[in-house]
C-alpha cells in the first residue's frame, strides 16, 4: 500500500508570507503528526492530529497551525514566515493517537524562507 | 528537564564490525521506545520498536536494549554494512514522539 505522501517537496517563500503544507497518510490511518526538522533543533514535534481533532502540540508559536480532514488527510499552515522557519517538515502517520504505536513518516517538505 | 539525547554525534566502523549507537533518556514515565533510520534526503524509516516492558528485543540484524534503572537505550547492528550509513534517532514516547539529537553512523569499507 501507498505510504506516507507530503505535498510539495520543496518550497521556497519569502518573509512575511505564509506556507500550507499537505500529508496524506497511509490508508487507515487516522493519526498524523508533524515534524519540524533543522540541524540546530533536530527532530521537533509540532503537533498531533486524530480524528480530525488535535490531540497534542508542541512548543512552537501560533504561527504553526494544522487541521485534519475527514479522510484523515493533514494540512499545517505557517504565517508570516520567519528565516529561521527554513526546515525539513516531516509527517508521520499510525494507526493510532498517544505515540505508542508505530509511525511512518514521508520525505518531508524543505522549506526555504528567503 | 527532560530530554531525549545521544552520547555521540557520529560514530565511524569497518564494515563487518559490529555497531552500537547509545541514547540516554530522562523521562521515566515513557513506556515506547523506538530507533529510526534517516538516510540523506529521506525521511526518518522505522528499524526497531521496544516497550518499556521488556529489556531487550531482537529484528534482522539490530537489536535494542532497554536499561530502565539507568534510562538508557542502544542499538546493535550486526555485521555493519555501507548501506547502514545514515543518521540514527532514538525516540521516546510519552503522549507524544520525542527524538534525540541523532549519531551519524558512517561504514568504512
Known amino acids: 500500500k501507498a505510504g506516507v505522501t507530503q505535498t510539495p517537496r520543496y518550497l521556497i517563500k519569502t518573509r512575511g508570507q505564509q506556507v500550507t503544507l499537505s500529508c496524506s497518510p497511509i490508508?487507515?490511518?487516522?493519526?498524523v503528526s508533524w515534524y519540524q526538522q533543522t540541524p540546530g533543533q533536530g527532530l521537533q514535534f509540532l503537533f498531533e492530529y486524530f480524528s480530525e481533532t488535535q490531540r497534542n502540540k508542541g512548543n512552537f508559536p501560533g504561527r504553526f497551525s494544522g487541521r485534519q480532514f475527514s479522510n484523515s488527510r493533514s494540512e499545517m499552515n505557517v504565517s508570516t514566515l520567519e528565516l529561521g522557519d527554513s526546515a525539513l517538515y516531516l509527517c508521520?502517520?499510525?494507526?493510532?493517537?498517544?505515540?505508542?504505536?508505530?509511525?511512518?513518516f514521508g520525505q518531508g517538505t524543505r522549506l526555504t524562507v528567503v | 528537564g527532560e530530554s531525549v539525547g545521544l552520547h555521540l554525534p557520529t560514530l565511524s566502523v569497518q564494515e563487518g564490525d559490529n555497531s552500537i549507537i547509545n541514547c540516554a533518556y530522562s523521562?521515566?514515565?515513557?513506556?515506547?521506545f523506538i530507533w529510526y533510520k534517516q538516510e540523506s534526503g529521506k525521511g526518518p524509516q522505522f528499524i526497531i520498536d521496544?516497550?518499556?516492558?521488556?529489556d531487550k528485543r531482537q529484528g534482522q540484524r539490530v537489536t535494542v536494549l532497554l536499561n530502565k534503572t539507568v534510562k538508557h537505550l542502544s542499538l546493535q547492528i550486526a555485521a555493519t554494512q555501507p548501506g547502514d550509513s545514515a543518521v540514527y534517532f532514538c525516540?521516546?514516547?510519552?503522549?507524544?514522539?520525542?527524538f534525540g539529537a541523532g549519531t551519524r553512523l558512517t561504514v568504512k569499507p
Open positions: 523521562n521515566s514515565a515513557s513506556d515506547y
Open positions: 521496544i516497550r518499556s516492558n521488556m
Open positions: 525516540a521516546e514516547s510519552r503522549r507524544d514522539m520525542r
Open positions: 490508508s487507515g490511518h487516522r493519526s
Open positions: 508521520a502517520s499510525s494507526l493510532e493517537s498517544g505515540g505508542n504505536t508505530e509511525a511512518f
